[in-house]
């Protein structure tokens, strides 16, 4: 689940705490071009807000060009504009989630790229 606290006692909206917090993610790269966002209702869920306030964000977040919604696949960060940056961070994403279906720990899965990176 993404690493997100809304505070229920700040000025700025629930949904804008939301959008600045995804969208600093993105430019932070800390979600790549490929990743899957949590599903309207599961993020609504986890973050303990109104499932209308994340479609809210999803949908201006969508219009921005941040993130894109396939259908029943779900909704996922949109390419960076960079083919090749974006070629990167989609097989970076496949890895991750080939090494997690193994059963691989994320510090499993960083050990792995440490190791390849000073095998290369």
């Keep these: ?19 600045q917090r995804i969208v600093t993610m993105v430019r932070r790269d ?3 071009a490929g990743t899957k966002l ?3 209702r599961g993020l609504a869920e986890h973050l303990g ?16 060009g941040i993130i894109e919604t396939r259908g029943r696949a779900g909704t996922f960060v949109a390419d960076s504009g960079d083919p090749t940056r974006t070629l990167a961070q989609r097989a970076a994403t496949g890895y991750v989630r080939e ?8 510090d499993e899965v960083l ?10």
């Design 30 to 32: 800390e979600l790549i």
């Design 99 to 106: 090494l997690r279906t193994l059963g691989m720990s994320d």
């Design 49 to 64: 807000i109104a499932p209308n306030t994340v479609a809210k964000t999803y949908r201006e977040l969508e219009q921005l």
């Design 38 to 40: 949590p599903t309207v």
């Design 111 to 120: 050990e792995f790229v440490v190791a390849a990176l000073r095998g290369a």
């Design 1 to 19: 689940m993404l690493d997100i606290v809304i505070d229920p006692g700040s000025p700025v909206p629930p949904y804008e705490q939301l959008r």
